[in-house]
């Protein structure tokens, strides 16, 4: 009878532990205004954004993040509609930006844009080493 009681516990344990992990995970994910008011920071930051800027540039990530948002939650059947999808969302954001900024601030756009692709290129050859 004690066993039995001990294993209906660690096995509904186990089942609250993985319940509070997976709404750790989902409370983890960012709403689009915080992905775009998290970007805009760094921008303003890297480019020295006057206010005006900065507004205009987190306008056009919010729009991208929420663009990107809905495509994840209603992906169409080919992934590489998908991916099409999500290359013309990113580059409209990217000239969109290019837009708002001057000959100098552009420079350093493009030079911030190539670092993060070139560091998302790193993460993910880190996390699946070719065998």
């Given amino acids: 009878m004690k066993k039995l009681i001990l294993v209906i516990s660690f096995i509904t344990?186990?089942?609250v532990i993985a319940n509070?992990?997976?709404?750790?995970?989902?409370?983890?994910?960012?709403s689009p205004e915080q992905r775009a008011a998290h970007i805009t920071k760094a921008i303003q930051k890297q480019l020295n954004l006057s206010q005006d800027q900065?507004?205009?540039?987190?306008?056009?990530?919010?729009?991208q993040a929420t663009r990107m948002d809905s495509l994840?939650?209603?992906p169409s059947?080919?992934?590489?509609?998908?991916?099409?999808?999500?290359?013309?969302?990113?580059?409209?954001?990217e000239k969109q930006v290019l837009t708002i900024l001057n000959d100098t601030q552009k420079q350093q756009f493009?030079?911030?844009?190539?670092m993060r692709k070139q560091k998302r290129v790193e993460k993910r050859s880190a996390q699946n080493p070719i065998q």
């Fill in 13 to 15: 344990g186990l089942g």
């Fill in 110 to 114: 493009m030079t911030w844009v190539k």
């Fill in 72 to 74: 994840r939650s209603n």
């Fill in 20 to 30: 509070a992990q997976a709404l750790s995970n989902a409370a983890q994910q960012k």
């Fill in 54 to 63: 900065a507004q205009q540039v987190n306008a056009a990530f919010l729009t």
């Fill in 77 to 93: 059947g080919d992934k590489k509609a998908n991916q099409l999808a999500t290359h013309s969302i990113l580059i409209g954001t």
